[in-house]
């Protein structure tokens, strides 16, 4: 159910270890309706006492905007301290030369106020949060809360796929044994696609997702320990091998 660009590396994965994957791109990922908040927070980038990316995604989005402006993304940011939900975000970071100062333990907002708190106190420090539209409150309200300026800016957009390909609803309709899910908008807009019918347990990447899946239904078979998608691929797997033995 991820987006085009992003399923591949699941996808790889998972038929690797001889599973038969469906694709249904649940969402698409677009950039902000507005670019020039997010273009400001990159010029300006230096005066932050602290950048805080929540995706990978975020990070690109972060790097085109940065391109589009004239400045190089990684100077932007070189003054300032780096904080990433998860590894792969982190990953995302390194790639463009630069360090990762802070990385949770476990993979989500809540985590990271409670890592950032612990590295140093916030009262004062300007932050920025580059992140997605709609995105949960916790990560800004916790850090405001800890006595910070924090500033949020729309990065991209998660966005309901309108038009799903017929043969992937046939295939599904047939019959699946797990459905994957790695955010809350793809678990909502594949229920919407299939007419609202649970088809299968979920195998999620986190607890966030994970919430979003039992609220409309589903039974959670898998979830990722850790919240990566490497860490949903063992989590499926250690599932299967479990139901086989069993």
Known sequence: TRAVSQADG???????LGARVVRLPAIRVEPAVDQAPLRRAVQNASGYHWVIFTSANGVDFFRTAAKDVGVDAKGALASTRLCCVGPATASAIEALGLTVEVVPETHRAEAVVDAL?????????????PTVAEARPVLRDGLRELGAEVDTVTAYRNLSVEYPD?????????????????????????????????VADAGVIGPVTAD?????????????????ISGLVEAISRHFEEGWHG
Do not use: C, M, N, W
């Open 10 to 16: 699941l996808v790889a994965a998972l038929e690797t």
């Open 117 to 129: 708190s612990a590295h140093q106190s916030l009262r004062g420090k300007r932050v920025l949060i």
């Open 166 to 198: 017929p043969d992937a609803l046939d295939q599904i309709e047939e019959g699946v044994d797990l459905v994957t899910f790695t955010s809350p908008s793809a678990v909502q807009s594949f229920h919407r696609l299939v007419g609202g019918e649970v």
């Open 212 to 228: 979003a899946a039992r609220d409309l239904g589903y039974r959670v078979a898998a979830e990722a320990d850790p919240f990566t």
